[in-house]
């Protein structure tokens, strides 16, 4: 490392966040950046420690020490190189992604003051744009055709290395814009939908084909591939099943987050159409980055107020000693969007949905739950208190998580990658997945196509 000593001297500093006066008016991205001064001093805090554990924790198997090494000398390009090896789109992770290798960092272990890898990242990336490092490539073509079904982290991913590869690769997309849970799961303000198009672009300079609106039945392929790689995601949300569901007023998260995401992309829906949570009192269902995301829509949209509530019981704020390293730290998670206004609430179960006269939503019956352990040390056992109140809520939004798709019995030529193979999981390990698949269809067709020699 350049400056092996400057964790001694040199703290922790992120970029943060707008002013929330200022964000919560729009859906431009919420988080700044630092000048290019400060952005060299964080990447000299990552020191020489021997065993880089953020290696071993990303899905990726990025290399954080040798691109801030890069980046700490100056030498962007070198930086951009290294980091473009193991990660398709640095754009994306440099974003979103939840920073695993943050969270194994050895200055995370030992003082709690990681190196700001993903914001390294981020700013890696932007630089490489912004100075023209990324130019559209042409590739030796090997004569076969790949179709990847499904255009989000996985398979964007996967079609991006069959490409250079050699394949002619066609991805086919069921909505009107590439992209997947980027383009739609994802607000604005986390992720600018112009950074998509920007790497679509790209992509389709460098020989991909892009079908949108083309929705696929994965039983019955297009025919004319010699290889698949089926990257469909998790489409079912996970559903509440108890009295009053069928009330107005009730929407699944995604429902809401793509709809707003395709107003800002200037599509325009009726008023009965339109999920808004304007004037109203907002009830999220669910304490992930998906019901966190509902809660920062819904305050730009002028909710009235805004509750989320949580079955599970409140972590603790900043460790957990029931989740030491190598694990997630379960730990407190306080997002942009709770900062902008939220009541959050925990170790709640939702018993029913109350209605009005004219069938609309306007309240939920809530149970306090406790958590016993479980005897035979596995999850542990929920019982209800018998403590009830009633929420007031005119806009319920359920953000429970996804059930893993069910394939149906693929053949040999058939790959199956992201959250379509192992449930939802991140945007980093879907990229990581559909890397992965591109591996395997080149091996299954390199093999195929290569005859025996005795």
């Not at 990303?58 to 000398?73: I, W």
């Not at 981020?122 to 630089?127: G, N, Q, Y």
């Not at 100075?131 to 982290?153: F, L, Q």
Request: hydrophobic content about 35%.
């Amino acid at each position: 490392m350049g400056n092996p000593k400057a964790f001694l001297t040199i703290p922790r500093q992120e970029a943060g966040y707008r002013p929330v006066h200022d964000r919560i008016n729009d859906f431009g991205e919420v988080e700044q950046t630092l000048n290019t001064s400060e952005r060299k001093q964080q990447a000299s805090r990552c020191m020489d420690c021997g065993v880089p554990f953020c290696h071993w924790a990303c899905p990726l198997g990025n290399r954080p020490p040798e691109f801030q090494d890069a980046l700490y000398k100056g030498k962007w390009e070198e930086a951009y190189e290294i980091l473009s090896q193991t990660n398709d789109f640095p754009e994306f992770t440099g974003r979103i992604c939840p920073a695993l290798c943050e969270k194994s960092c050895v200055l995370k272990l030992a003082i709690d003051a990681p190196v700001t890898i993903r914001e390294d990242e981020a700013a890696i990336i932007e630089a490489a744009f912004r100075e023209g490092y990324i130019k559209p490539r042409t590739y030796p073509r090997n004569g076969k055709k790949v179709a990847v079904v499904g255009s989000g982290p996985a398979g964007m991913a996967a079609a991006n290395q069959l490409n250079r590869m050699g394949y002619e690769v066609t991805v086919f997309e069921k909505d009107e814009y590439v992209g997947g849970l980027l383009r739609f799961g994802i607000p604005n303000f986390k992720l600018n939908k112009a950074i998509i198009d920007r790497r679509v672009d790209i992509m389709a300079a460098e020989g991909i084909t892009f079908k949108t609106s083309t929705p696929v039945d994965v039983e019955h392929l297009p025919e004319g591939f010699d290889a698949y790689c089926i990257c469909t995601g998790t489409p079912q949300a996970r559903d509440l099943d108890i009295p009053g569901r069928d009330l107005k007023g009730i929407h699944f998260a995604l429902e809401m987050l793509a709809q707003q995401n395709r107003v800002l992309g200037g599509q325009a829906f009726s008023k009965e159409e339109r999920i808004n949570a304007k004037g109203k009192h907002v009830l999220v269902i669910g304490g992930g980055d998906t019901g966190s995301d509902c809660i920062g829509t819904s305050n730009r949209q002028g909710a009235a107020c805004v509750t989320q509530i949580e079955i599970m019981p409140k972590p603790p704020v900043g460790h957990n000693p029931t989740t030491p390293w190598p694990q997630w730290p379960v730990v407190l998670k306080t997002s942009s969007s709770h900062e902008e206004g939220c009541t959050r609430r925990w170790s709640l179960t939702s018993n029913r949905f109350i209605g009005t006269k004219d069938g609309r939503v306007c309240g939920v019956e809530v149970e306090e739950v406790e958590w016993i352990p479980s005897p035979d040390g596995g999850r542990p056992i929920m019982r209800p208190t018998g403590k009830k109140e009633t929420l007031k809520a005119d806009l319920v939004l359920l953000a429970m998580g996804f059930l893993k798709p069910q394939q149906p019995t693929f053949a040999s030529n058939v790959f199956v990658a992201g959250d379509a193979a192992t449930g939802a999981s991140l945007v980093v390990r879907c990229i990581a997945g559909g890397r992965k698949a591109a591996q395997d269809i080149n091996a299954y067709l390199t093999k195929t196509l290569t005859p025996c020699v005795e």
